[in-house]
C-alpha cells in the first residue's frame, strides 16, 4: 500500500525464477524525435481523476525522517489523510486508466493480510481507511461517466496493493507494468511484507504485458532516453521513474489545447516534495528517488506549464478542473 520497507540491495536485479513464466513485453514503437503527436485532432478527448477511497498516513510517511523505522510506525501520533487516486484518460482509441485504485477488500476482509503479524504491523502504519460501495473503482468509473467494461488498457505505476486494487473489475483490459516489479513480486523475498501481494496481481486470465522501454531522442522527453509510446501516437509516454518501489512509471499525458500532464504514482506525495528534495520515509531507493525527481525538474524547465499529478494528490481535482479551463481558453 503506501508503505514500502526498505528490501536487501541483492533483489536490485536479476531474472525471475525459472519455471515462472514472464508476461509478454509490450513492443515500443519511436520515431526520430519520440513519435509526436501530429497536428490532427487531439487524440485526448478529456482527463479525469477519480477517488477509490482514503486512509491516514503518519506525518514522517509523506515527509520523511531520520527516526528509526520502528519508531515512528509505533511511536508516531501525526497522522495526514491522503486519499487514493486513479486517472481517467479518454483517448480516441480506447479508454485507459493510470493505476486502478484500492479494493474494497482492504476494509470488508478480515484475512486480507497473509498473517497476523503483518496484520498487525500496518495497522500501526496506516488507519481509518474508508472505502465505501460508492468508492469501487466501477461505480468510480460511472459516477465519471464511463463504464468498467470500457477500459482498454491499465498502465500501474508500481505494484502497491492501493494501485492493482481494481484490475480484477477490467479483466479485459491490457495491464502494463515495469519488468522490475515483477522480478521483486516473484524474488521470494517476501513482497507481501510491502502490501505487493502476488495473489491480487497475478489473477487468472489477468493480461499483464511488461512495458518495453525503447531509446529516444525526442527533446520534448529529456533528459529521459527512454520511453515507451502507449498508443502508437506520442500522446501518452510512459516514463521510468523508479524510487519507491522496483519497476516505478510515470506517465506524460501530452495534449493539444491543455497543458501537459505527468502522472507520477508515488514518485511523490506532493509536487512541491519533489521540488524540494525531499525524500519520504517510505522509499525503496533514496538514490534513484532523487535521480527520478531530478528528471522530473528539468522535464519541468523545458515545459513550464507541465502538471505534476501524483496518486495521493489532496488537490489533484482542482488541477485538474484548472486545466479544463486553459484548454477552453
Known sequence: MWLMLRRPRAVRSGTVASGTAVPARGCCRLTHGGGAMSSHADP?????????????????????????????????????????????????????????????????????????????????????????????????????GYSATQVAKAVISHLHSDHVGGIADIPQAQLYAGEEGFIYLRSGDHPERATVFRERIELPGARWQMIAFAPTDDPALAPFTEAFDLMGDGSMMVLPTPGHLPGSVSMLVRRDHAPSLLLVGDLTYDEQLLERDQVPAVCDDPEQLLASYAKVRALKKHTPELIVLPAHDLHAAHKLGTTAQQAAW
Open 44 to 144: 485526448i478527448r478529456d482527463v479525469r481523476v477519480i477517488t477509490t477511497g482514503d486512509g491516514e498516513v503518519h506525518h514522517e510517511h509523506i515527509y520523511g525522517t531520520r527516526k528509526p523505522e520502528l519508531i515512528w510506525i509505533f511511536f508516531g501520533r501525526r497522522w495526514v489523510r491522503l486519499p487514493i487516486h486513479a486517472y481517467v484518460i479518454d483517448h480516441r482509441d480506447g479508454l485507459v486508466l493510470f493505476d486502478t485504485g484500492q479494493d474494497r477488500a482492504v476494509v470488508t476482509d478480515p484475512d486480507y493480510w497473509p498473517d497476523p503479524i503483518t496484520a498487525f504491523f500496518y495497522r500501526h502504519v496506516f488507519r481509518n481507511i474508508r472505502i465505501g460501495p460508492d468508492d469501487t473503482l466501477p461505480a468510480q468509473l460511472e459516477r465519471a
